[in-house]
């Protein structure tokens, strides 16, 4: 495919050929002509066809027909990978530990071409094949790994982080009066 488009423009040449003079035949494609976008089409469906009948002046017909096939090797795009800071304490119940949801884990934009046939704008055909479980994280980094999948087999792989901080300083209780005995 062209890159971020779903289609690709594709020539193809068929050369006639007659035991008399070519430039006498009378050539029809039925299908896309040479030069023009040929769209992905959904995985597993047929392919598109073209067909071409070369005619003589003396009725004479022959028959070219074949199979295009536009495969997509374009991986999804993704961007606006969470890279999340909490800070403790969150849940006094859950002492050095926040709960985060797998929401708060989803990139912002996901785009794929794959999804598209017959148009030229992006959009959202990617699935995310490893959704992340809202859990507790402790403190210090955590990488989520993400996989994007799009309809024919391209993945794009990102990893969302999540920091847990400690800034609270320990408290300390002092004694108030400070009493000394002397020896008798």
């Not at 995985?43 to 997509?72: H, L, Q, R």
């Not at 002492?95 to 794959?114: F, M």
């Amino acid at each position: 495919t062209e890159s971020r488009k779903a289609f690709a423009k594709v020539d193809y040449e068929v050369i006639p050929q007659d035991n008399r003079a070519v430039s006498r035949l009378t050539v029809v494609t039925e299908g896309q002509a040479s030069g023009a976008n040929f769209y992905l089409r959904a995985s597993g469906s047929d392919a598109e066809m073209v067909k071409v009948i070369v005619t003589d002046p003396y009725g004479n017909v022959g028959v070219c027909e074949f199979a295009v096939i536009v495969n997509d090797n374009e991986r999804p795009r993704v961007s606006g990978v969470p890279q999340l800071v909490k800070l403790l304490p969150e849940y006094p119940d859950r002492p050095g530990h926040v709960r985060v949801s797998g929401e708060q884990l989803i990139p912002s934009t996901v785009l794929d071409n794959s999804d598209l046939t017959g148009s030229t704008e992006l959009w959202r055909g990617a699935v995310l094949t490893n959704p992340p479980e809202t859990r507790d994280y402790g403190i210090g980094v955590t990488n989520i790994p993400l996989v994007y999948e799009d309809n024919h087999g391209n993945k794009k792989s990102v990893v969302a982080k999540i920091s847990v901080l400690d800034l609270i300083a320990p408290q300390i209780t002092c004694p108030t009066v400070n009493t000394a005995f002397t020896p008798l």
